[in-house]
C-alpha cells in the first residue's frame, strides 16, 4: 500500500510561482509511474503532468508544457512539480497519483491518491 502527502499549494499572483510536493511512504518502486492531476470546481479531475515515481520520462498536459516541471529528491522519496508563470485558469485542487504502470493521463487508473492541496491564482 503507498501512501501519498501533497503539500506546498498556496495562494500567489499571476506570473508567480509555486513548488508542490508529494512525499510517499509504503511500497512504491522508482519504475512506478506517479502523475499530478487537478480539479477546478464544477470541473473534472484532468491530467496535468506526469512520470515515473524517479522523476524520469516526464510527460505534461499541453496547457502546462514549458511552465511546469517535475523533479524528485532521492534523499526525501519526494516528488515535487515547479509551477512557473502561473495564471489564473490553474487555480485548482493538485492531486499526486501513483499506479504501477507508466503513462496514462486518465485519472481512474491511478490506485494511490494523496488528499489533496489547494493553487489559488489571482489576477
Known amino acids: 500500500q503507498v501512501q501519498l502527502v501533497e503539500s506546498g499549494g498556496g495562494s500567489v499572483q499571476a506570473g508567480g510561482s509555486l513548488r508542490l510536493s508529494c512525499a510517499a511512504s509504503?511500497?512504491?518502486?522508482?519504475?512506478?509511474?506517479m502523475a499530478w492531476f487537478r480539479q477546478a470546481p464544477g470541473k473534472e479531475r484532468e491530467f496535468v503532468a506526469g512520470s515515473t515515481w524517479s522523476g524520469s520520462l516526464p510527460y505534461y498536459a499541453d496547457s502546462v508544457k514549458g511552465r511546469f516541471t517535475i523533479s524528485r529528491d532521492n534523499t526525501k522519496n519526494t516528488v515535487y512539480l515547479q509551477m512557473n508563470s502561473l495564471k489564473p485558469e490553474d487555480t485548482a485542487v493538485y492531486y499526486c497519483?501513483?499506479?504501477?504502470?507508466?503513462?496514462?493521463?486518465?485519472?481512474?487508473?491511478?490506485?494511490?491518491w494523496g488528499q489533496g492541496t489547494q493553487v489559488t491564482v489571482s489576477s
Open positions: 509504503g511500497r512504491i518502486f522508482s519504475n512506478y509511474a
Open positions: 497519483a501513483v499506479r504501477k504502470l507508466y503513462g496514462s493521463r486518465d485519472p481512474t487508473t491511478f490506485t494511490s
